[in-house]
């Protein structure tokens, strides 16, 4: 039972307790002079030094025109343990182990946890009363076959023991930093601007999408109409400047960088993403043998987002936060399980995403993982080429440079506020990333690039043996234009340049392969379609953006395939959407839920405030 501030209980029938009537369950109070603490998932009488009891428990009911009693006839004493402590057995320590029962006869070794920005290992809190789960009822669950059959994969579960890497507990230790500083910032915001308007919603805006209205806050990225994406203040050109590159062959930085800068705020030193890599190695090349078959059963002619989706579905019975959730864990320490699940799904999707790939279009007889064999020696994007097939220096960063710039892009797009809003609910991160996923696999969002790739080979296709002119692509795009269609890579939501991502491919490609011959149709289109573009009124932005040149690369190095790409936008996509995640629990973000309204209501609404606007108006 939880324990509850004041307010108002309906419909409870799950507690015998409270099996009385609706009317008689209109309030329950409980008090105690102590601050009330959510203490989820945990039997309630472990907190008490004497059982609650029906008698004293029917005390609880608050009985119309009667006062309340005081306290002390509502709640035995509590006892002296200091649950909320962050060090306590649910957290995560390589010093001490702790034996705790999370089934009959089975025992998990677990360890008393350090605060992240400390060292020293205080009391802990041993739950000796019961030898099964806190929420599991022996007399109703005892059949219950699901439970059983999860019992028998826990082992597979990252974390389950408490094991902690060198690495990752340096990782925990600068992220609680950084949530700490963020709350500092967002404490003194509320106190200062409690009732400051940030952002005016219109009809249009309600009814047009919600463009450009504030609704989040999201910490990690930021889209500036004059600069392109930020992360965390930093541009495109000084991510790939200032982050380090795994080795000095290399031209581009590592992804995992990104990772690391997006929940530290710090960038990174090659030592430590050099750690990082092979935590992300380690986790990946544990993948179950049965993952593997659970793919193999998905029928080929699948779209392989949607294998990507039902897989990372199926994962979700590894997630950590899942299982410490239902043990019962301090609402302070969700972040640190959300954290251990993001590795693990960042490790296990690029392996998840190669096989997918492999027998889709290249063998569609292999079974049971054939040839995802990770090298420890490889970062996390050169992983990948070597799964799919490809050790080319000059493939690998490219992917380097294709995952860093598509990790993260504020979260008001589809798929970081789909990940974001079922965040919001506790559901573990990869059902988090299974539902960002899903956005991205629609046409007005993960599908642009694929779009983009088709109207250029399209323009190839009609080009044929005759020289590519100025004049061809004008007219080209003219009567594309006229049949109604927009031509996909071009414009953007906010951006009022070319895009800076955009920018960066084109760089690479005009690099390593100028006189590819989809490359120069790009660089044709980039000189005629804006011009084109600029003379419609209604077109904010004529300028390219990402989706215009990163098909383009994909297809050069022998990805022929546009039907995967969007999978290639997901793998860099777990980066971002992972960070939010785990900042947003660690910031402890209530569950998101905005105000709906009819379309009667929204008349009565603007007619009442049509006066008023009109009067700001003049």
Not at 97 to 114: E, F
Not at 470 to 499: M, Q, W
Request: hydrophobic letters at 35%; one cysteine or more.
């Amino acid at each position: 039972m939880r324990i509850i501030k004041m307010g108002r209980i309906r419909n409870i029938t799950c507690n015998n307790t409270f099996k009385k009537s609706k009317k008689n369950l209109d309030k329950i109070y409980i008090f105690s002079s102590s601050p009330i603490r959510q203490f989820h998932s945990k039997n309630q009488n472990d907190y008490f030094e004497t059982s609650i009891t029906n008698n004293n428990r029917n005390k609880l009911i608050h009985a119309k025109n009667k006062s309340l009693r005081s306290s002390s006839f509502c709640i035995p004493p509590i006892k002296n343990v200091n649950i909320m402590n962050t060090n306590n057995i649910y957290n995560f320590s390589s010093n001490t182990n702790i034996n705790i029962n999370t089934k009959p006869s089975t025992n998990i070794n677990t360890n008393v946890n350090t605060n992240p920005s400390t060292n020293t290992i205080t009391n802990g809190y041993t739950n000796t009363n019961s030898n099964t789960n806190p929420n599991t009822n022996p007399n109703t669950n005892e059949n219950n076959l699901y439970l059983k059959n999860y019992d028998s994969i826990k082992k597979y579960i990252n974390g389950i023991n408490n094991e902690e890497s060198v690495i990752m507990k340096l990782l925990k230790e600068k992220t609680y930093d950084c949530i700490q500083k963020t709350k500092e910032k967002l404490k003194s915001l509320v106190n200062t601007y409690p009732n400051t308007p940030v952002s005016v919603c219109t009809t249009t805006d309600i009814i047009g999408g919600l463009r450009n209205v504030i609704t989040l806050l999201t910490d990690t990225s930021y889209l500036e109409a004059g600069k392109g994406i930020l992360f965390r203040g930093k541009t495109v050109s000084q991510v790939i400047k200032e982050f380090p590159k795994w080795d000095d062959s290399c031209e581009y930085p590592v992804a995992e960088s990104m990772l690391w800068y997006l929940l530290t705020k710090e960038v990174p030193s090659i030592d430590d993403i050099k750690l990082l890599s092979k935590e992300l190695y380690y986790r990946g090349k544990e993948i179950p043998s049965f993952v593997f078959e659970f793919i193999d059963n998905i029928p080929t002619y699948t779209h392989p987002m949607s294998q990507l989706i039902s897989t990372v579905s199926y994962l979700e019975s590894f997630s950590l936060f899942k299982l410490k959730y239902f043990e019962g864990i301090s609402k302070a320490d969700y972040w640190k399980y959300i954290l251990e699940d993001a590795i693990s799904l960042i490790a296990h999707i690029n392996v998840i995403a190669a096989y997918i790939y492999k027998r889709t279009f290249i063998n569609n007889n292999i079974k049971k993982g054939e040839g995802m064999n990770l090298d420890i020696n490889l970062d996390w994007s050169s992983n990948f080429a070597k799964l799919i097939g490809y050790d080319d220096k000059c493939i690998q960063d490219m992917l380097r440079l294709y995952f860093l710039l598509h990790s993260d892009h504020e979260g008001g797009n589809a798929s970081a506020h789909a990940s974001h809003l079922i965040g919001s609910t506790l559901a573990n991160p990869y059902l988090s990333f299974a539902g960002c996923a899903i956005a991205l696999s629609g046409p007005l969002h993960g599908l642009a690039n694929q779009e983009c790739l088709k109207f250029l080979l399209n323009v190839k296709k009609h080009l044929g043996d005759s020289p590519l002119t100025y004049e061809f692509i004008e007219k080209y795009a003219k009567d594309f234009l006229s049949t109604g269609k927009v031509i996909p890579g071009y414009g953007h939501a906010v951006l009022r340049i070319p895009d800076p991502r955009f920018v960066a491919f084109r760089d690479f490609a005009l690099n390593h392969f100028p006189n590819d011959p989809i490359v120069k149709i790009l660089e044709m289109c980039y000189k005629v379609i804006p011009q084109i573009l600029s003379n419609n009124k209604k077109i904010k932005n004529p300028y390219p953006n990402v989706d215009c040149y990163s098909g383009a690369l994909l297809y050069h190095y022998g990805l022929k395939y546009p039907e995967y790409y969007t999978v290639m936008f997901a793998i860099s996509r777990s980066i971002g959407v992972m960070s939010q995640l785990v900042l947003n629990r660690g910031l402890m973000f209530p569950l998101e839920r905005p105000k709906s309204i009819d379309i009667n209501y929204l008349n009565s609404v603007c007619e009442q405030n049509d006066g008023k606007s009109e009067s700001v108006k003049k």
